[in-house]
């Protein structure tokens, strides 16, 4: 589990670096990027998780998510995992790009040949976190999470599961119901199996149905995103919150998509919101 | 001399977009984006052109600059030329990335096979200006222009040839004296053929020490840029400006490199610095 150094760039007075190591979950080496302030000098500092979307890597939100000036500013380190295991061992189906490389769905595998490598689940959640607790100045007392797409998902579901760990949880454009969504059921069921009772822990919505709570979440949507209808439907988490007495902040952006152009423009919001309940 | 949009999306409020054009100029077509600001509906904007480095097209600096934000505060359009011609037609050098595609320098090429296309300093000066008038709400009697590294070489040639039209000029670790620089000396060959004189007129240092004269330059330059010794050298400029009497402030800052994480750190800097010269 000893980690490696890719690359470092100083920005905005701190330092944005790559690094890899091998992962004894996933069974291959993972990338991933941290951003540490320029306040690391002085201290430890909260963490915040950046979770990705279907087809991206740890570097589309380092390259377009326009967080490192606020976070430098904020003392923030940001922490942008991979979105799956990746390697000539590992098994895919390169022609969907919406099942293996790229498309972990932060779940952890039951079904051969995935159960070896696909546990982002547990990657994102104890083994990823060991590692930045201890090669970086990262207050693991102060950590909070949001993420884009199946990166939304995998923030809510993730914050649903862990209420006392993180802080604050906030998405961009999130599925929020992946069970019965068409671009993510068909790899629930090659990830977990038939038996859909079994998907319900990776599902925000039906978490919260379970039983499941958290503070409150945070959720920016594009009103012209091309999946909302039938891929992010925000509208069923609003009512689970809403029938748990959770808090919910869901703001429609009329005319914003699915990109990082959408994702950038309000960065510094949901930075300034996680920043606001990390200090608390 | 058509505009096709290719991609727009809306961000910060405005539209970044990215239009193709068949240039008569590069005899191909082209390609560039630009940022339009929501103030755009109360009335003509301020124009900032950015001029990219070698291997850069439009998309570099639109996906990583970080300009948006600032822009759609200050009401600044921001327009992303690509840095050649491009196509099947278009003689290249694909072994080379210091000439040809990505490569254009910024000059007008006299040698054939290149004389055709390779026409970027009238395409910037000339036939995109003209295009961006009749297409966007742009108010060109407020025009200030910026660029890096080979983009810093255009920006600073450009602006000294034309010291009336830009009201402002700045660069990111700009090639200050491309005829003597080995990444730059042997496309200038090519692209001009042996006559050296010939040069003089695309080389920031040689026009000032042959009478050019602008109002003043900001550059910020990464102390740590690897190509700072052989390729920039921005130590040339500041004698050049010192014996002509130009002003110029030249930041070196430590630590930073050549790439899009130090262009972003300082990218408001330079917004601020040439807003203010743009509604003096």
Redesign the interface.
Known sequence: MAMKTVST?????GV?GVYTHASDVCGCDMTFAVFVPPQAAEGPLPVLWYLSGLTCTHANVM??G?Y??LAAELGIIIVCPDTSPRGENVPDDKDDWQFGSGAGFYVDATVEPYARNYRMYTYITEELPALIAREFPADMERQSIFGHSMGGHGALTIALKHPDRYRSCSAFAPIVEPTTAGWSSKAFERYLGSDQDSWRKYDACALVKDGARFSEFLIDQ?A?DSFLDEGLRPWLFEECCREAGISLTLNMRE???H????I??FM?DHLRWHHQRLTA
């Open positions: 760039w100083k920005s905005h007075g944005q390259e377009k326009e490192r000036r594009g012209a005319g914003y998509d990109s990082y152009y959408f950038s423009t510094n």
